[in-house]
């Protein structure tokens, strides 16, 4: 099938597969369509229905909340085209640069699962051929026993790999969660899809680097960090890393953290945030190469990096209300740019 896709004074046109979401057929031949979340949860993928017919696929995504049907509006990220098409799209539309790499559909296997709090694990995956990212990017997930795919971050950084690391976090009524931590699923197949996002590093960025994560947000920062490690960066320039958890309990892979700070203390700080309960003096004791702080991440991060926000590059993951709270304050309080500013938005 041929999807026709026209735009502000320009048009493309690719071939989508049977059964195939319209996005991930653009994105695999290398047009540039707008997403964020690629699972439906955000709505920036809508598009207009100009000719043709499509099937919406899930129409309980609350991305659909941003769509409106009197204009034939749909969700890019889950709708299959019945035949050829032709859809408007509003957004800036161009070619992906030749240093994004392009998505593509595979399958993968569970080859390791490793607890790290009471709701939260690494998942170790082995795909069916070598795939490249870029330190920061994320994978759609899925598996045949729930419906969807859902939105993991690398957890490392490695080139052309056939190994992928992730680190996921349980949620109330998740079905990809509640399906993950049910059992052990080792061996499980998975479907999955990218590399997307571009909250992304690369070593040419001349700036220190601010990385502010909330929970299971920490997974693109340890790619990023790995990239930038392995690239040199903090030869030349600085790096804060702000990890904010509720609890003590919450606190994972301390030792892969306490390497990072045993590198360089002076030029790649690490600072654990708790927000329900202080620090305690045996955690703190326990940990001499790490900094502790007590309240919400963004606040620790504003109060530490108080004077040396000029030329920095920040990177944001987390909970939606912990990423929001971080924009309003680097925008407000740090007078950072848009431009100095990388996340993804998952929901």
């Known amino acids: 099938m041929k999807i026709s896709v ?51 696929g899930w129409l309980d995504a609350p991305g659909r909340a941003y769509v409106k049907s009197e204009k034939s509006e749909f969700l890019m990220c889950q709708a299959t085209a019945l035949g050829d098409c032709t859809i408007g799209v509003r957004a800036n539309v161009a070619r992906l640069a030749g240093d994004i ?15 790290l709090t009471h709701d939260v694990c690494r998942v170790a995956i082995t795909i069916d051929g070598p795939v490249s990212f870029n330190a920061g990017q994320f994978m759609l ?17 490695r080139t052309s790999t056939d190994r992928l690391a992730f680190v996921i976090k349980q949620v109330p009524e998740g079905g990809f969660t509640d399906w993950l931590f049910a059992e052990d699923r080792t061996g499980a197949e998975l479907s ?15 700036n220190d680097l601010v990385c502010i994560a909330g929970g299971s947000g920490l997974a693109p920062m340890l790619s990023i960090l790995d990239h930038a490690i392995e690239a040199g960066h903090f030869e030349a320039y600085e ?17 892969h953290l306490k390497a990072y700070a045993g590198r360089d203390p002076e030029r790649l700080r690490v600072t654990v945030v708790l927000s329900d ?25 504003m109060r530490r990096m108080t004077g040396r926000w000029d030329g920095v590059m920040a990177y944001l993951a987390g909970p939606p209300p912990m990423v929001d709270a971080t924009l309003r304050a680097l925008v407000m309080e740090a007078r950072l740019t848009p ?6 938005k998952f929901s």
Do not use: N, Q, W
């Open 6 to 56: 026209r735009t502000r004074g320009e048009s493309f046109e690719f071939d989508c597969a049977a059964g195939e979401k319209i996005l991930h057929a653009g994105l695999r031949a290398g047009i540039g369509l707008p997403y964020e979340c690629g699972s439906g949860t955000c709505g920036t993928c809508k598009a207009e229905v100009g000719k043709g017919e499509i099937d919406e």
């Open 101 to 115: 790499p392009v998505p593509e559909a595979m399958t993968g296997r569970i080859t390791k699962v490793e607890g």
């Open 141 to 157: 997930v899925g598996t045949a026993a729930v419906e969807g795919r859902r939105a993991y971050s690398m957890a490392d950084y």
């Open 192 to 206: 999955l899809f990218g590399p997307l996002g571009v909250a992304t590093y690369a070593p040419s960025l001349p």
């Open 239 to 255: 790096g804060d890393l702000f990890f904010g958890v509720r609890t003590e309990r919450d606190i994972y892979l301390l030792d």
């Open 277 to 301: 309960a202080a620090p305690t003096a045996e955690l703190v004791a326990a940990h001499p190469g790490l900094r502790f702080d007590e309240g919400f991440v963004h606040e620790a991060a």
């Open 339 to 344: 431009s100095a500013i990388r996340y993804d």
